[in-house]
């Protein structure tokens, strides 16, 4: 295999090196799709919609505020910074909006999945090694580094709407 940038070997096959690459986008758009249906189901399953949003002393997001912020979060940094979206993205709302119902919430994290998809589809192997476009926390890194992060970022807080919907949704 020659340089960066070339999948072909002299038989015309990929190179061991950028399948495994794809392998890695493959899987990060199955565990996008496996993490972001769980988002949804997490939400549709409130049996008390109001409960969404109910807070306690201990407990300082509700469900909904921290679904508003995955959907932010990765709309902006796959889907704006990588896809070229063009979502804007407004934090502060993430954690202020109140009372979404719960069809926008879910219709927000369908919308979330189909932009991280179609951006993971964008992306080549080569893509995974460029820094990402961004600094963030203060540190440069890959794209692919940058990508199981956000997923990871996904999965802890969809273990925090989890509790949160076991503990407060009665």
């Given at each position: 295999m020659s340089s960066v940038g070339c999948f072909e070997q002299e038989n015309g096959a990929l190179g061991?090196?950028?399948?495994i690459k794809m392998m890695i986008i493959e899987s990060?758009?199955?565990?996008?799709t496996r993490d972001l249906n769980k988002?949804?189901?997490?939400?549709?399953s409130y049996q008390n919609e109001s409960a969404i949003w109910n807070t306690e002393k201990n407990i300082a997001n509700s469900a909904g505020n921290l679904c508003l912020h995955l959907v932010g979060?990765?709309?902006h940094f796959i889907g704006a910074v990588l896809g070229n979206s063009g979502y804007v993205r407004n934090r502060d709302l993430e954690f202020s909006l109140k009372n979404v119902p719960r069809a926008e919430l879910i219709h927000k994290v369908d919308e979330t999945l189909d932009i991280v998809l179609k951006t993971l589809d964008q992306l080549n192997d080569h893509d995974l090694e460029k820094e990402y476009p961004l600094i963030v926390f203060?540190?440069?890194m890959t794209s692919g580094y940058f990508l199981i992060h956000l997923l990871s970022h996904l999965d802890y807080h969809l273990g925090q709407i989890n509790y949160h919907r076991r503990l407060?949704?009665?």
């Open positions: 061991e090196e950028a399948e990060l758009k199955s565990l996008y988002l949804r189901t997490e939400i549709e979060n990765l709309s203060e540190n440069k407060l949704d009665s």
